[in-house]
């Protein structure tokens, strides 16, 4: 039998339903190998595998990962969609830097999605000022009140997954992006008397050109894997000038004449920001003193 490549679309009650090159769904099972490797396929994982029909295949290989979630577990995402609400919880910077710098060590394209825009009682001047500012980082920003192929024609090529706090809006940007789905919860739930969707499984949906997570994603992220020599690197506008810091592995905290330090308070970096990454530096750091007094 000859193998044919393909990426997993869904996973569930142990099969895999792999989208073939070949445009065919098939549903496939994981092989013991994996388990005695102690690999375990997931939903955006390119694979090969053998079958003779549509409904017996078998999965000889996974391909290596670009990266790996753990809630919802997946992988290979190409775009992440920040769901920050404009109020109601109010806007958090700090929190929206958190996501960044997660998704920049992850190879993970933040998308910022601005909810409750038609909440806001006064003026949205200050949403526009961070808006313009992250804009010119490369960080689109797409705001509640726009229309949603504004959101929708950013989320081409490769899988996308929602992220943001509790009550930001993640589950209703869901919905309105996966209608069908929002159908499919309602029914069961209606069936059932329960107000969750009760199905355990992951899969990605294809909508206009999008691949979208049918599970929102982390919500409080405390920088695993995070070293804090490398945090610098995540804040984009520190690494496009760190150049012109005296010290090449400048951290732009105590060094002398230093760029970013020079900078603040200027268009090109933003002092709260960089407040921001001061703030995340000592965390990582204190965490990792913990770690090791635990350790002995
Ligand atoms: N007015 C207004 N309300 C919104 C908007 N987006 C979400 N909401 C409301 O905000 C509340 C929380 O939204 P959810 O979508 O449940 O939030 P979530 O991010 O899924 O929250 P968790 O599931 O707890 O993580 C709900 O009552 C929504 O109806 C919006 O753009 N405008
Ligand atoms: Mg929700
Ligand atoms: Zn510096």
Redesign the pocket.
Known sequence: MDNIRGQIRKAMSGFYYVLGEDNILYQTRGRGNFRAKKQMPLVGDYVEFESENTKEGVLTSLLPRVNTLIRPAICNVAHAVI?M?AV?PQFSPALLDRFIVMLEHLSIQPIIYI?????IEHDTAEIEQYRSYYQQLGYPVIL?SQQLSDLTSLLTNGITV?M????????????TLLPDLALKTAEISDYLGRGKHTTRHVEVYAVDNCLIADT?GF?AIDFIGIEASQLKDYFIEFSKMSNSCKFRECLHIDEPQCTIKKNLSSHSVMTERYQHYLQFYKEIQTKKKQYKKSEG
Not at 115 to 119: A, P, Q, T
Not at 164 to 175: H, I, P, V
């Open positions: 769901v609400s109601n909810s409750k825009m038609d909440l509640s929602l943001g706090q509790s009550g930001a809006g993640k589950s209703t940007l869901l919905n929102p919500s």
